[in-house]
């Protein structure tokens, strides 16, 4: 009996633990004194944080948290960030996302206004995440708001860094969900 418990352990759990399911497996073949039962738990779906709404000073998270300023949110994680703009965004200011392990499926930046796509400091973030082998997505705020609860409700292993946009949307009053 322990080394089927074994066996399904090493071979179902890192499953689970990526794709955040919960199983429960009872033996009731097994009836003698000492019944044998395993029980894997992870945390559903219900607990994973999206963004609510998204205001020139910050955002609401779906569990009713007000977040001000820029932050970095992972699946069951929000972490504020220390950067003032877009235009600050630098190897340094993704050190913490850049070793990781694992890897990120996804990265998605959220940008606080418009930019072109040519510029700089945006060519040098995408070589930068290109080199680490980072898929990553460049967007508006709004957009990237919207994208990472897309990736975050598909259970993908994402994160998103999001800068408060600089100007008042049209989006910004309604809610996103």
């Known amino acids: ?5 074994k066996t399904l352990l090493t071979s179902s759990s890192s499953y689970l633990l ?10 009731y073949l097994y009836k003698r004194d000492g019944n044998s039962t395993l029980t894997l738990f992870d ?19 779906n569990n009713g948290v007000k977040v001000i300023g820029p932050m970095i949110m992972f699946p069951k994680t929000m972490l504020c960030w220390n950067i003032a703009s ?24 959220g940008l606080d ?24 997505e460049i967007l508006p705020v709004y957009h990237a708001c919207a994208t990472f609860n897309f990736i975050n409700h598909e259970n993908r292993y994402g994160a998103a860094a999001l800068i408060p946009p600089k100007k008042k949307n049209w989006l910004s009053k309604r809610i996103i969900e």
């Open 113 to 136: 206004d418009k930019y072109s796509y040519n510029t700089p400091f945006l060519h040098n973030i995408k070589e930068l995440f290109r080199k680490y082998k980072i898929l990553t």
């Open 1 to 5: 009996m322990a080394n089927l418990f």
């Open 43 to 61: 945390n559903n779906i219900d607990n994973v944080l999206m963004i609510k709404g998204i205001y020139v000073n910050g955002f609401l998270l």
């Open 18 to 27: 990526k794709r955040s399911l919960s199983v429960t497996s009872t033996n």
């Open 86 to 109: 877009s235009l600050d965004m630098n190897e340094e200011s993704f050190s913490l996302l850049l070793n990781l392990e694992p890897k990120l499926d996804i990265f998605i930046i």
